[in-house]
C-alpha cells in the first residue's frame, strides 16, 4: 500500500510503501477514492497545529471511498470520511487504504461523485454552521461574505440566499450600504476592513485565516460600531456540521448547491498544497490515486 508521509515539518511529503492497516474493533478501513487537500492540513503540515500528530505520519483530514472492513457499514459503501482526529493527533487519509474510527465515517450518496464527497465536508458545513448557528442569519437580512470566490465563500453566498437573504461579495469598493451581518474567509486586513461595514448590533463572524493570522483594529472605534465579532471553530462544532451533513449532501446531489474542485494526483500532494494558497483559486484540490 502507498500513502503520502511527512518526515520533518515544512518539508514535501513523499509517496512511501507502508504496511496495510490491520482493522481493529471500532474502526472501518476505506479504499480511498479522493482525499481532500486544505489549509488545515497546511498549517498541522507547517508544525503550527497545537498538538500535533507524531512524526513521520500521513497527513489529510477528509476523504471519500469504498468500505473494505466495518462493523458498521457494509463492505461495499460508498463512504465519506472526516475529523475524530485523522490527520491531526494520527495518520490521516492520504493513502490508498485508510484506518478510520467508524465515528469519522458518514454514508455518501450515490448521486454526489467521490471527488465531490471528499471535498464537501468542511466548507459546506463551515459555511452552514457559521450563518445559522453562529451568525444565526434571518430573512430579509444583508449579509457580506469576504473571498466569496473561495470555496466555503461560494457555498455561504448560495446558502444565504437560499435562506431569503441578500447576499454580498466583499470588492475593493465594498457594498452601497450597510450589511447586518459579513462572513469573513479570508481574515487579516481584509477582515479589519470589512467590519467597517457592519451595522451596529450586527454580527461577524470569522471563518479563515488565508489574508493572514493578526487582526489590527481601532479599538474605540470598534467599541462604537458595536458589532459582535464571532470565531467559527468547528472542531467545537463538530456536531451541527454533521447533523447538517446529509442536508447538504441531498443538496449537492439535486443541483440546489455546486462546490467546484481540482484533481491532483497522490504523489503531487505538494503541489496541491500549493495550489491552494494561490490567490484566486476556486473551490478545492482533490487527491485522487
Given at each position: ?9 515544512n ?6 510503501d ?7 474493533p471500532?474502526?472501518t478501513?476505506?479504499r ?5 487537500v486544505?489549509?488545515?492540513?497546511r ?18 483530514v ?9 462493523d ?7 463512504v465519506?470520511?472526516r475529523?475524530a482526529?485523522l490527520?491531526t493527533?494520527?495518520?490521516g487519509?492520504?493513502?490508498e487504504?485508510i484506518?478510520?474510527p467508524?465515528?469519522?465515517?458518514g ?9 465531490l464527497?471528499?471535498?464537501?465536508f ?9 450563518l445559522?448557528?453562529?451568525a ?9 461574505v ?16 437560499d ?10 469598493q ?14 487579516g ?39 459582535s465579532?464571532?470565531p ?13 451533513a ?5 443538496r ?28 484566486g ?9
Amino acid at each position: 500500500m502507498r500513502a503520502m508521509r511527512v518526515h520533518a515539518w515544512n518539508e514535501p511529503p513523499r509517496l512511501e510503501d507502508v504496511p496495510e492497516p490491520a482493522r481493529a474493533p471500532g474502526r472501518t478501513l476505506v479504499r480511498m477514492a479522493a482525499a481532500t487537500v486544505g489549509h488545515i492540513d497546511r498549517t498541522v503540515w507547517g508544525g503550527q497545529f497545537m498538538s500535533p500528530p507524531t512524526l513521520p505520519y500521513v497527513p489529510g483530514v477528509e476523504a471519500a471511498g469504498i468500505v473494505l472492513e466495518s462493523d458498521v457499514f457494509q463492505a461495499g459503501e460508498r463512504v465519506w470520511i472526516r475529523g475524530a482526529g485523522l490527520g491531526t493527533r494520527f495518520d490521516g487519509t492520504w493513502r490508498e487504504v485508510i484506518d478510520a474510527p467508524d465515528a469519522a465515517i458518514g454514508r455518501l450518496p450515490d448521486g454526489v461523485a467521490m471527488t465531490l464527497g471528499s471535498a464537501f465536508f468542511s466548507p459546506s458545513t463551515s459555511a452552514w454552521v457559521a450563518l445559522h448557528e453562529v451568525a444565526k442569519v434571518r430573512a430579509g437580512e444583508r449579509v457580506l461574505v469576504s473571498g466569496a470566490s473561495g470555496a466555503v465563500g461560494s457555498l455561504v453566498m448560495q446558502l444565504a440566499r437560499d435562506a431569503a437573504a441578500e447576499a454580498f461579495a466583499l470588492s475593493a469598493q465594498g457594498p452601497s450600504e450597510p450589511v447586518d451581518v459579513l462572513i469573513d474567509t479570508v481574515g487579516g486586513p481584509v477582515l479589519a476592513a470589512a467590519l467597517e461595514h457592519v451595522v451596529p448590533g450586527g454580527r461577524a463572524v470569522l471563518v479563515g485565516y488565508t489574508a493572514g493570522n493578526d487582526l489590527a483594529i481601532d479599538i474605540a472605534r470598534f467599541l462604537q460600531r458595536d458589532a459582535s465579532l464571532l470565531p467559527l471553530n468547528m472542531f467545537r462544532r463538530d456536531a451541527a456540521g454533521r447533523a447538517a451533513a446529509p442536508e447538504l449532501l441531498a443538496r449537492l446531489a439535486d443541483g440546489r448547491l455546486h462546490l467546484q474542485v481540482t484533481e491532483f494526483p497522490l504523489a503531487e500532494a505538494a503541489r496541491a498544497m500549493q495550489w491552494i494558497t494561490q490567490r484566486g483559486h476556486r473551490g478545492r484540490a482533490v487527491l485522487v490515486p
